[in-house]
């Protein structure tokens, strides 16, 4: 089965140092789960900062800059990989080096045939 790990953490709460070890850290896991056979995808992004959030309501559309709520921790990345069940997904999550600081949320992914690979 198909887990997102969605990473939420504060985006100040790593200096520049410490972000770059995080990567660090971040892709041997990548390499390890690869590996294993369980890497799927993986990626940090960009500050909330650069996001844009879209809106269709009574079919006009609302472009806002930023994220769709202020949080304490905001969406920072996240890994797609591949587990036997929940509990190697959150062992998985457990490996991520922002678990430390922030937030790992372990969802299942609904797979809806039809879509591309």
Do not use: W
């Not at 969605?6 to 520049?16: K, P, V």
């Not at 890497?39 to 269709?56: D, E, G, K």
């Not at 990989?81 to 600081?101: F, G, Q, S, Y």
């Amino acid at each position: 089965m198909k887990y997102m790990l969605l990473i939420y953490g504060d985006e100040q709460a790593l200096s520049e140092t410490e972000r770059q070890d995080c990567y660090v850290e971040s892709t041997q896991l990548a390499q390890q789960l690869h590996s294993s056979g369980q890497y799927l995808a993986a990626n940090p992004l960009q500050p909330t900062s650069m996001a844009t959030s879209v809106r269709m309501r009574d079919g006009k559309r609302l472009v806002t800059d930023g994220p769709f709520a202020e949080t304490r921790e905001q969406l920072g990345g996240y890994f797609l990989i591949e587990a036997k069940n929940l509990d190697e997904a959150i062992a998985t999550a457990a490996r991520i080096p922002m678990v430390r600081k922030g937030t790992v949320e372990v969802r299942p992914v609904i797979e809806i045939p039809g879509l591309p690979t």
